[in-house]
């Protein structure tokens, strides 16, 4: 079992970056692929970054150059940061942890990026 917590949403006006935290509890983070999803009013959820369980990273074409996400085994943390942020970044952000076949969900934070 993996709980999940994420941090450092906020109000934040465009061009600004945002931190987002995830802590994981539990055995095995470091076998876990993690990434970071976003679900905007009235939109599906996405995923915004992401390590595959290689080690590899994806974006979002949306995120590329402007997000990085970055992860701290030794904390089980993995860390999402947000530069240039735009309007179209409001979103509740939401922690994943995945390892066949288990699929685990943070409880989300909110970005706001106000024009």
């Known amino acids: 079992q993996v709980q999940l917590v994420e941090s450092g949403g906020g109000l934040v006006q465009a061009g600004g970056s945002l931190r987002l935290s995830c802590a994981a509890s539990g055995s095995g983070f470091s076998s876990y692929a993690m990434g970071w999803y976003r679900q905007a009013p009235g939109k599906q959820r996405e995923l915004v970054a992401q390590?595959?369980?290689?080690?590899?990273?994806n974006y979002a074409d949306s995120a590329k150059g402007r997000f990085t996400i970055s992860r701290d085994n030794a904390k089980n943390t993995v860390y999402l940061q947000m530069n240039s942020l735009k309007p179209e970044d409001t979103a509740v952000y939401y922690c994943?942890?995945?390892?066949?076949?288990?699929?685990?969900w943070g409880q989300g934070t909110q970005v706001t990026v106000s024009s």
């Open positions: 390590f595959t369980r290689g080690g590899s990273t």
């Open positions: 994943n942890a995945w390892r066949f076949p288990t699929n685990y």
